[in-house]
């Protein structure tokens, strides 16, 4: 047997040349990082920056807030409007010194003051230096914000001190009367940026420098043996049994480790032949490039394949609408798996065969994914001699189903049918019996409802839907209901489920039936447990409701879902058969436990979003 094995299109120097281009790259990336580092650093300075003048921002607006009237009319409060300038400038300056304490001392390390237009002055609560903080520079940013009527922002490098300033108008009473300002100083932030920058810079050195010459020594210490193990390779490929001679150094491990590799590769091929060969289930392998590359003699079989699909992709062998193609590239794209999907392949009719598809990932030995494998089973005589069975269960529930219709409405028609006769003799109807006959109707209109309702679940809307938000306001609203009894409701939800696929009104009904017979079975007087979770063993999710009722008996319990089936006086039986109903058009499960005198437990489970779109597109298919 041969194995043929591509053979490795490399010269020695070619193979130098890609050590070169190696070292190339290796000195580009430490200058790619400098100045994405310098990016890095740049942005990092800017976020600092702006975090502090957000800071500015607030105190600047509790300046603005705290005072609260202008200042012609704190003088008048003062009694100095008739001093001379200078001193009203001082007794202003003194009468905001409490609110520009309270502002320093929530904001430490921030310089603060007013500044009046009026007076052109600076009051930043210090008599003793009143006009000296008085530059040309802050003069101009003064004029700037009472012109624009906007905040103004000053950044000064470490050349100017370092220092973050902001001027905002004043307006009080819908009038300009100067600026409030605020002063930082951001030394701090650029002597931070400096020190990353030289450890950074230092970085990069020394890892150019260790590239540079780690590069240069593989090439002087493997280079040549490269081209011994090349050609061994290249023999290899045309005669399996060839063994290549082990090299020198570190590089003789090498050829020990692929001598040995691969001939547990010939003898695990040859294996997995026997073993493909003998299985009566389809097994098609594709690759990375959803080519096949290995089929078995069932799948030819079963697909009327020969061999000279292998290394032709899959939608050159299966038709677009093919599941193959969906579930292949479904597995490959999100990673994950599917299990026992019943598909039909063919084009309808005798055709027609039902299989029973799973796909999986071939992982390498570092858990790379490389392959996708498909696995299939013919399960065309099982689904028929099932359709069969199914046939004969409805047959079976038709039947109950009619006996069940029959008893309902013979005995409002026996009454209906009654009044009637007795009218139809010459006596005048009373209120009474009018009533009855009413009410009687009605009890058949609702037993049409209810059969009509019976009939509904097959037509569901699925749609993705929040179980634990419905769950939340259905038992919300059932607790309000019920809020006047005895009653004790809790719930529990697990956080972060995944979408449900649901028609909502539905399991909102189903729900709330089961929530009523939990209420009945405790008289409105016991403990009702309410929770969400996540059954990853089916994939699906999962709604508890637990109660501490007279729970059931166990001969009740397989006729629960029966239609007309009930052990109430005044129930029609149809409740939990349209909720089983409801769960089989959603390819939900419902499950029930009890206990005689301790409760009942009920849980339902429903399928995901992802899987509900994955049994869609296999319905589809």
Known sequence: MKIKIKKPNIKYEGFINQLLILIVVLLLIPIVLTFYLFHMVHSTQLGMINNQRKVLEEVLDHLDKKLDRPFDSMLVDLKVQNLPKRDQEKA???????????????????DIGYYSKEFDVILDGDNQHLNENFSER??????????????????????????????????????????????????QIYRTVGEIQQVVYVIIFIGAILAFTGAFVLIN?????????????????????????????????????????????????????IILTSLEDGIITVDRGERIISLNQAARNLLNLDGSCLGQKIDEVFPGESPFIYYLRKTRSENRPFKDLDVIFGNGGDEARHLLLSTSTMVNVRGEQVDTLLHFRDITEIVRLQENMNRQQRLASLGKLVAGVAHEIRSPLTSITG??????????????????????????????????????????????????????????????????????????????????RIDSGQIEQVLSNILYNAYQATDGRGRLEISTGYDAERDMLEVTVRDDGCGIPDDVLPKMFEPFFTTKSKGTGLGLAIAYEIMEAHNGLIQVDSELGRGTTVKIYLPTANRGESNAAGADS
């Open 419 to 500: 009044y009637i006769q007795f009218w139809t003799r010459g006596h005048v109807p009373s209120p009474k019996s009018l009533g009855i006959v009413n009410r009687e109707m009605n009890r058949l209109s609702a037993m049409t409802d209810k059969l009509l309702e019976f009939a509904r679940p097959s037509r569901a809307v699925l749609e993705e839907c929040d179980l634990n938000g419905l769950v939340k306001r259905l038992v919300q609203f059932f607790a309000d209901a019920h809020s006047g009894g005895e009653m004790e409701i809790s719930y529990s939800y697990r956080e972060s489920l995944p979408p449900a």
């Open 92 to 110: 202003l300056n003194q009468a905001l010194r409490p609110i520009l304490d309270e502002v320093a001392q929530k904001y430490p390390g921030v």
């Open 138 to 187: 802050r003069k101009r940013n003064f004029d700037d914000t009472l012109e624009t009527k906007n905040l103004v922002f000053n950044i000064l490098g470490q050349a100017e001190n370092g220092q973050l300033e902001a001027y905002q108008p004043l307006v009080k009473d819908g009038k300009v009367i100067g600026a409030v300002w605020a002063i930082k100083n951001i030394n």
């Open 221 to 273: 210490k493997f280079a040549r043996t490269v081209s011994d193990i090349k050609k061994g390779l290249n023999i290899m490929g045309n005669d399996p049994t060839y063994v290549i001679p082990r090299a020198t150094g570190e590089l003789g491990e090498i050829t020990d480790a692929v001598n040995e590799m691969f001939s547990k590769l010939v003898n695990m091929q040859n294996y997995n032949e």
